[in-house]
Nanobody, 132 residues
């Protein structure tokens, strides 16, 4: 059974930083495409950042590039999203997701931009609030 558990969200002031973590069990993240997605009520879910199964390719939503960094620790089987310079419009529910089929989606940008429709295993989500 594959499970993904996000942590590290919460309330932060504008300009602040957070690091989200996604602890994965049931598969080895170094063989599976993974990503971070977010959604606010009334809007479609969007791809924030994704990483290919081999770690060579990454994708960032263009407006986030430079402020967010995706990384993974294969030994800990954990995916991370470091977020700097947070703004009120970054507030959302953030989800970690993966693809259960190994070694898929090398062209990770294409799939990330599709908002997660191609990812079949999801965490429960974690809230990020950016406010004074």
């Amino acid at each position: 059974q594959v499970t993904l558990v996000e942590s590290g969200g919460g309330l932060v002031q504008p300009g602040g930083s957070l690091r989200l973590s996604c602890q994965v069990s049931g598969l080895s993240i170094n063989e599976h495409a993974m990503g971070w997605f977010r959604q606010v009520p009334g809007k479609e879910r969007e791809g924030v950042s994704c990483i290919s199964w081999h770690g060579v390719n990454t994708y960032y939503k263009p407006t986030l590039k430079g402020r967010f960094t995706i990384s993974r620790d294969n030994a800990k089987n954990t995916l991370y999203l470091q977020m700097f310079g947070l703004r009120p419009d970054d507030a959302a529910m953030y989800y970690c997701a993966t693809v259960s089929r190994p070694r898929e989606y090398t062209n990770i940008g294409y799939y990330c931009q599709r908002g997660g429709t191609d990812f079949d295993k999801w965490g429960q989500g974690i809230m990020v609030t950016v406010s004074d």
